[in-house]
């Protein structure tokens, strides 16, 4: 059982890219030195929010300050990208952090970054598709690349010297290839068929709902069956917000107080949602009213909350519900007011009193 950060910080849109670029760093080197194991960092070109155009520029700056995490993109959206582009970007990264590289990817779902990019939603899953496609290829081969697509055409044939080393793409560090893995959200995501077809991992969001989080497995383990295959948890990680405390109500007030960053998330979230019309994607149950999907519905059903006893309970109780996920994810919230502190002491209190005992619970529940 790993355990990592999840940055969706989503910071409220008036903060500047600095300051907010500041705190997500100062987080991810405090992340490892708690013992954090990954920390994942997503793409949004058009999005105040969550202000990161480039994850793998964020990541490159961290290699040389820590030494625990492994990074992952979470996720780069590969519709908004040139092919060759990724595949260059990504097998340099790889060597530039000595293989401590998990290669996210995904088709986006920035409805800004949609039409920036003049996506077409209707095409994008195959634009996906054909990208990843791609990106392996290029790094399975050396020239001449001619690779034709729908999208895009990887293409050199002339300009090629073997003697002097021009022509040549590079090739990741990681062989044959970094870990690749994908996110889903919606409920049985046919992106869980996807990833079993390809031996990928998986990452369920943290905005979801319960029943959501663990119909991902049933998808994944059951299409990972029909191809025997063994499903394996260690390549399911699940993003949670997570608030550790001293007490119970502590917690609590940190979570559903006016302050939290959390309430905050997850009415921002909430408005983002609905507004775009794919609200559903947050209720707790489907048959829930728009009206009582309320924040503080949200909070509940998405919020693991407690003293470090309660937090091990229901991350027990959770992991049964939904299935073996082999890593956790806590998800990095914006530090305004009082939640630096709090958020701070609940990443201490997850890594050093929960999690060791999460663990200890997880491998007694393997030798049965």
């Avoid at 355990?3 to 903060?15: A, E, Q, S, T």
């Avoid at 690349?145 to 002097?164: R, S």
């Avoid at 990741?172 to 994908?182: A, D």
């Avoid at 949200?298 to 519900?321: H, M, N, Q, Y």
Wanted: aromatic residues 10%; contains cysteine.
């Amino acid at each position: 059982m790993r355990l990592g950060m999840f940055m969706m910080p989503v910071h409220p849109p008036g903060r500047s890219l600095s300051d907010t670029l500041a705190e997500d760093t100062t987080k991810s080197i405090l992340a490892d030195k708690l013992g954090y194991d990954e920390l994942w960092m997503g793409e949004h070109f058009s999005a105040t929010t969550e202000p990161f155009p480039s994850p793998l520029m964020f990541l490159a700056g961290l290699v040389p300050q820590t030494k625990n995490l492994t990074f992952g993109t979470a996720v780069i959206n590969l519709p908004n990208h040139h092919p060759a582009i990724v595949a260059g970007e990504a097998a340099q990264f790889d060597h530039m952090s000595g293989g401590r590289f998990l290669f996210g990817v995904g088709s986006g779902g920035l409805a800004s970054d949609f039409e920036l990019f003049k996506i077409d939603p209707a095409t994008r899953q195959r634009a996906f598709m054909e990208s990843i496609d791609m990106i392996l290829r290029i790094w399975a081969q050396d020239p001449p690349y001619d690779i034709q697509g729908e999208f895009w055409n990887v293409q050199i044939t002339k300009a090629i010297l073997p003697e002097l080393g021009v022509g040549f793409m590079p090739k990741p560090y990681q062989q044959p290839r970094p870990p690749i893995c994908i996110s889903l959200a919606s409920p049985s995501s046919p992106s869980a068929l996807t990833a079993a077809e390809r031996g990928w991992g998986i990452i369920s969001a943290n905005i979801i709902p319960v029943y959501s989080v663990a119909s991902h497995w049933t998808t994944y383990s059951k299409a990972c069956a029909e191809r025997g295959i063994a499903a394996n948890g260690d390549n399911w990680r699940v993003a949670r917000n997570v608030m550790v405390a001293p007490s119970d109500q502590e917690a609590h007030d940190r979570v559903f107080g006016d302050k939290g960053s959390n309430r905050y998330f997850f009415t921002y979230i909430r408005d983002v949602l609905h507004r775009v019309g794919i609200l559903p994607i947050l209720k707790p149950r489907p048959d829930m009213s728009d009206a009582e999907c309320t924040p503080e519905a949200i909070l509940t059903e998405c919020v693991i909350d407690g003293s470090p006893k309660t937090v091990l309970d229901k991350l027990i109780a959770f992991r049964e519900r939904v299935g073996p996920f082999g890593t956790l994810l806590m998800t990095g919230i914006d530090w305004a007011g009082p939640n630096k502190d709090w958020e701070r002491e609940a990443m201490r209190l997850l890594a050093q009193e929960v999690m060791p005992k999460f663990r200890q619970h997880v491998t007694a529940q393997a030798a049965e």
